[in-house]
């Protein structure tokens, strides 16, 4: 053994990799701010019946805490969160609806209104 083995210089110390962290979904930011979240997550169409799909959606404790605190009931979570995108649903066909209704007025029980000018209505 030579003089300067003793002194060798030291082997370098691997550094451990750091662990990857995993980026945070919009979920669990949502989650840790405290704040209800819902998304929907993936939307199927039936490729032989264009009107009819499904749709997944993804939510936090939160949002189904405040679903349950608006009435919503169910057997489980996923009865609870269906029964709300129901009525979301229900109420775009309905507003959809009323605009047309507002926009295209039917006589009713042969009633029939036209608008004269001057906001005047000619009723016959």
Do not use: H
Request: aromatic share 8%; net charge negative; proline share 6%.
């Amino acid at each position: 053994m030579g003089l300067f083995d003793r002194f060798k210089k030291p082997e370098p110390v691997q550094a451990k990799p750091e662990p990857k962290t995993k980026k945070k979904s919009k979920k669990d930011l949502a989650t840790e701010r405290g704040e209800p979240y819902v998304e929907i997550i993936s939307v199927e169409i039936d490729p032989d019946n264009i009107g009819q799909g499904a749709f997944e959606l993804e939510w936090n404790d939160i949002f189904l805490a405040k679903l349950v605190r608006a009435g919503y009931e169910g057997k489980t979570d996923e009865n609870i969160v269906d029964r709300w995108f129901q009525d979301v649903c229900r109420n775009v066909v309905l507003e959809t609806y009323e605009q047309y209704e507002a926009n295209n007025p039917r006589p009713v029980n042969g009633v029939q209104k036209k608008d004269i000018g001057g906001g005047r209505t000619e009723v016959s």
